[in-house]
């Protein structure tokens, strides 16, 4: 939906009509940003009878609280121990016993939507944020362009005195955008933000980041064999900002969202934390989901009528496992809770820090544990990749097996098997994606600012939502939600505050419905009742079966029953009929149409194009860094790539072009002096192919040719290609590889390097292996394709 812009005589109009509440909030604009300030001095014909009036400074509402917004990534409620699970996180336990618990609070079933939907205070859909920016399409909630009608909380704030900073994963620039072009207008420091350092998309490896500050791609500040890692980097810097900040002004407030990437994949956690888990959990997911729900009544995070719901069918048994599987799913799972544990221990790290600089009492502290339930995309067998599980390639056990001691290393991008997804979401149904079920939703959250809540460590059971967060913002820092931003007419904010909950743990939930929807898994909720209807399993990403329109609805009243495991609609048709009818009604209000069921299918960054498909390109010199999805989408397409090389007289070697990193990618390069062209199918197979002699010097022509066989069904994979190289038109050599992906990891493509990390073996000691020579041009030229 196209925003309105607003004149300024419609905006005048407007703030002659609104009242506020209270003076502090009748300092807030309706229209932001301010304009300037008017002269209230005066203007003689000589300094001596004139009168200065410098412009005052932005001041924010006497006595506004700083705001710490901390947002881990697939978290399940009975992952920490906190709320019951084996995962230690003392920070998140400190906060609790000096703040407020929340043990039905909610979001959407997946990263980008949760975040559009936590910093505009609006439903995913309604600002276009129906799925993660990577499976973004051409309908109104699920562009992945959050909308200028739908300002975020940081922009609001600035205009409002605030110094406002991210770190750490951001995921809500359009996939297109996100280039060395921009716009940038959807990156952080374009959305309200002063300060943004971190990665901006789904995920990065915790080893090798592809990292930005504000705009601009850096390089990490050292290597993993230097003891670098990103969460203690993101968490330097904001501490740094922080205290940059107030020695810069002593009283101004900041606002600050740190955005984790824990525990999202690639699960990296350093070797010594991995060893404090060695052996923890031997006896696998059904006992440790058992003795979980167990904990959960002990402490009381959940009713004492709670029923722990059963495994599903397509879950296998931990029993049923053989003796190599338990070995390398257990070692998974202590990875898994290490990288978990660690990204806590390092945020209380930041809660030091703050409390040190005695501002501890006058931060509102938001810790979100998590932007969606524990994710099951590792598959029944667990993953060495998960980037490729997410194309539809996952070759399970067989392939861990062997690399068991580099699981957490940066050899790989490990990811649980389902059965720990499962039990980390005790005693929920389901898991991430799945919308329908609260194992894929609700997520435990803390609350802590002792100048504004009195409570200590009470527990609050009122429904909320992740939209919730914005309005209780605003109302805690006496701001108002403006009506006109940029000239732009806002939405309304779509979520309810909950600082009346602060002081009363009885209170009535204000929120009332909420819907719930990810690839067709959805849900409405309505007064203590939802209905929901799941359509496939989570870790199929391809090719999923059947017609989700035929898929069964159930019925629960969450009133008496936390963990929906009694399912009354057969008893309650009527009531059914009702909340179905509301869902639509919700559906259509918020842009939740068209449902569509798929996921990998829609990866190809060829979706998310207007107009004629691009299928020829062509860059200059040795010096062009892109993401892979900004640069030439030829995988897994038949293609060709033709250099126009300059050989000096010493010979040459280096990197002509690569996309992807250690853990999957492609590279054309010159070893020992000859044309060699290298697949990683990410790191699970590899194939090179090398002319038989080495390139004379002067210059040279160089083609490869990558003949496809042909997609496999849902065209994210194909089936090999024949591979032949050229130098000044005559073959120079030949072979195949395997099946290649449409997608070749995080890192991006690079003419005349492979920074960051190497694609193939052959230069793993060599650094970015610069290419020596001179690259004049190179061009790409491919089959269209679009899912």
Sequence with gaps: MTPAIVTRAAAAALLTTVMFATCAQAQSPLSIPRPDPEFKGKIGETLADSTPSYPPALKAPQGAPNVLVILLDDVGFGHTTTFGGPVPTPTLDRLAKNGLMYNTFHTTALCSPTRAALLTGRNHHSVGTGVIIELGTGFPGYTGVIPQSAAMVPEILRANGYAT????????????????????????????????????????????????????????????????????????????????????????????????????????????????????????????????????????????????????????????????????????????AAYLAYADDQIGRIIDAIQKAGELDNTLIFYIVGDNGPSAEGGLEGTFSEVASLVGYNPGLSAIVNRIDQIGDPESEPHVPVGWAWAMASPLQWTKQVASHFGGTRNPLVIHWPNGIKAKGELRPQFHHIIDIVPTILEATHVSAPSVVNGF????????????????????????????????????????????????????????????????????????????????????????????????????????????????????????????????????????????????????????????????????????????????????????????????????????????APLRKGKVVVKLEYASKGLKPGGTLNNGAPIRLFVNGALAGEGSVGSAMVRQGIEPFEIGRDSISPVSPDYKSKGAFPFTGTIEKIQFDATPQRQ
């Design 165 to 336: 900073a991210m770190f750490g994963k951001a995921h809500n620039t359009p996939e297109m955008e996100i280039s060395p072009a921009g716009p940038f207008n959807h990156w952080p420091t374009g959305q309200g933000f002063d300060y943004f350092y971190g990665f901006n998309q789904g995920e990065t490896s915790q080893w090798y980041p592809v990292l930005y500050r504000n705009t601009t791609s850096v390089p990490q500040p050292s290597l993993p064999e230097q003891g670098y890692h990103f969460i203690p980097d993101m968490t330097d810097e904001t501490i740094a900002w922080i205290g940059n900040t107030r020695a810069a002004d002593k009283s101004k407030p900041w606002f600050v969202y740190y955005s984790s990437p824990a525990a999202h994949a690639p699960h990296h956690a350093p070797r010594e934390w991995r060893e404090r888990f060695r052996g923890k959990f031997d006896y696998g997911w059904d006992k440790q989901r058992e003795t979980t729900f167990a904990r959960q009544k002990v402490l009381g995070v959940i009713p004492a009528d709670t029923k722990l719901t059963p495994r599903p069918k397509e879950i296998p048994a931990w029993d049923d496992q053989s003796a190599d599987a338990k070995r390398v799913y257990t070692r998974l799972m202590e990875n898994y």
């Design 489 to 692: 007419a806002q939405k309304p904010i779509e979520g309810t505050s909950m600082m009346y909950s602060f002081e009363d743990a009885k209170a009535k939930s204000r929120r009332t419905t909420q819907y719930f929807e990810m690839f067709v898994n959805r849900a409405i909720y309505n007064d203590g009742w939802i209905a929901c209807s799941r359509f496939g399993v989570p870790w199929t990403t391809l090719g999923r079966e059947g017609n989700f329109l035929d898929a069964p609805w159930e019925l629960y009243n969450i009133e008496n029953d936390f963990s929906e495991a009694d399912d009354l609609a057969a008893k309650n048709p009527e009531k059914l009929k009702q909340l179905q009818a509301l869902f639509v009604e919700e559906a259509k209000k918020y842009d939740v149409f068209p449902l569509d069921p798929r996921f990998a299918e829609r990866i190809d960054p060829r979706n998310r194009t207007a107009g004629e498909l691009q299928t020829s390109w062509t860059y200059y010199g040795n010096n062009v860094r892109l993401p892979e999805q900004i640069g030439p989408v030829i995988y897994p397409n038949s293609h060709t790539i033709t250099a126009d090389l300059l050989v000096p007289d010493k010979g040459v070697e280096g990197v002509i072009v690569a996309a992807g990193g250690l853990n999957g990618g492609w590279s054309l390069y010159v070893k020992d002096g000859k044309l060699t062209y290298h697949y990683s199918l990410a790191d699970f197979e590899h194939n090179t192919v090398q002319a038989q």
